[in-house]
C-alpha cells in the first residue's frame, strides 16, 4: 500500500515537493502548514511566520529567543516559511504562482549574547574551608 492511499491529500502533496532526504526538515514544515489551525489563507500565513522566525518567549526579553522553538538562521527561517506556505497553498487551494508573491518578514537582527556569571550555591550549613578538606583519596 503506498501512502498515497492512506495520507491525507495535502500531505501526500508536501512528501511529492520534498523527497529528498536533506528536505526532510522542509516537507515537515510543509505539513505543518497543512495542519494549521489558521481558518483562512492570510491566518495560515500568520502561522507560519510565528512558527518560522525567532520572536522573544517572554515579553521585552531579547534574550529568551533562544528559547524559541524556530530554525534559527534567516536562511533557515525564509526556507522554513517557504515550505509552510506551500502547505498552506495545497490546504486552501491556491496556486503556486500566488505563493511566490507571499513575502517573509524582514529577519530581527539575533540578540546580543550576554553573559551572565554563574552563581553556585553552597547547601546550608556547609563551608568549604581548605582546613576542612581531607587530603586523602578515596
Not at 74 to 85: D, H, L, Q, V
Not at 115 to 125: C, H, L, N, S
Amino acid at each position: 500500500m503506498k501512502t498515497d492511499q492512506w495520507a491525507p491529500p495535502c500531505n501526500s502533496r508536501c512528501n511529492n515537493k520534498y523527497t529528498a532526504v536533506t528536505q526532510i526538515p522542509w516537507r515537515i514544515f510543509c505539513k505543518k502548514g497543512c495542519d494549521a489551525d489558521g481558518e483562512t489563507w492570510e491566518g495560515c500565513l500568520g502561522e507560519c511566520d510565528e512558527m518560522c522566525y525567532k520572536d522573544p518567549v517572554f515579553k521585552n526579553q531579547k534574550w529568551s529567543s533562544y528559547i524559541d522553538r524556530s530554525p534559527g538562521s534567516a536562511s533557515y527561517s525564509e526556507e522554513c516559511f517557504r515550505a509552510c506556505i506551500s502547505g498552506c497553498a495545497y490546504k486552501f487551494d491556491v496556486p503556486q504562482e500566488k505563493t511566490s508573491e507571499v513575502h517573509s518578514r524582514e529577519p530581527k537582527p539575533e540578540p546580543e549574547a550576554t553573559r551572565t556569571k554563574r552563581v553556585i550555591a553552597e547547601p546550608p550549613g556547609r563551608t568549604t574551608d581548605n582546613d576542612e578538606i581531607a587530603n586523602t583519596s578515596a
